[in-house]
């Protein structure tokens, strides 16, 4: 079982730099939002909470209002914040190998299958692009943001070590940190001991864990989700029904 979420930057990588303080303030701020903050860590200026969200000081500092809507446990669950629609969504692969590259292929295919109002599209440009997919650090996972402003989150990385465990491993983080990218939060967020063996309840937080219709209610959980909070090495790298029917009825 991997914590897909939950790697721990190393100090061997320079983009990410755990080793700087965070004020008792923001970590009070982020508790007052409902965020859980343990393992809270610094990368870029930005606030890395519960695994593998990020958020900007910016983005903390619009947070004056949550919106918390909590629905029953078990079911699918989206952020408040959605990403526009009709639009097509340019995603560039930054310098991936052979295994990476295919499954962001297969990553986007998951989601241009679908029946929905955006339409993922490979690019490389470095110049014209909405979300760029990167891989450094070390281990296995990944790491991505929530939508804003009707965008997407920009950045995806999926940690070098997620390879070894073969493409459809790959393409499961992959379409599981775009998904976090265009507004899923964890199937599994408010306990993931459910697919982590362990962990506690990520809270509802300003970004919001909306339930969407249509998904399993309590006490049944979707355990065949990509979006888990963590996953095994012999993942399939698809969508689960619920996560297709959770998709297109979000887009
Ligand atoms: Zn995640």
Redo the contacts with the bound molecule.
Sequence with gaps: MFT??EEEPTEANPQLDGSEEISAAVIQRFKDLHFNTDGIELVDGNYLVE??MIITPEALEEMSDPIIVEGPKGEQYRTYNLVSTPRTIRVLGYQLNSTMSQGLDRAIANYNALNLGFTMQRTNSTSSWDIAVQSYGSGAGGVAGFPSGGDPYQYVNVYPGTASYGVSVVEHVMT??LG?CVGLR?TDWFNRSISCGSGGNEGGSSYGAVHIPGTPSQPNVDYNSI?L?CFSANESGNFSNYDRIALEYLY
């Design positions: 897909s979420c695994g593998d599981h940190e976090h964890h979006m909070s």
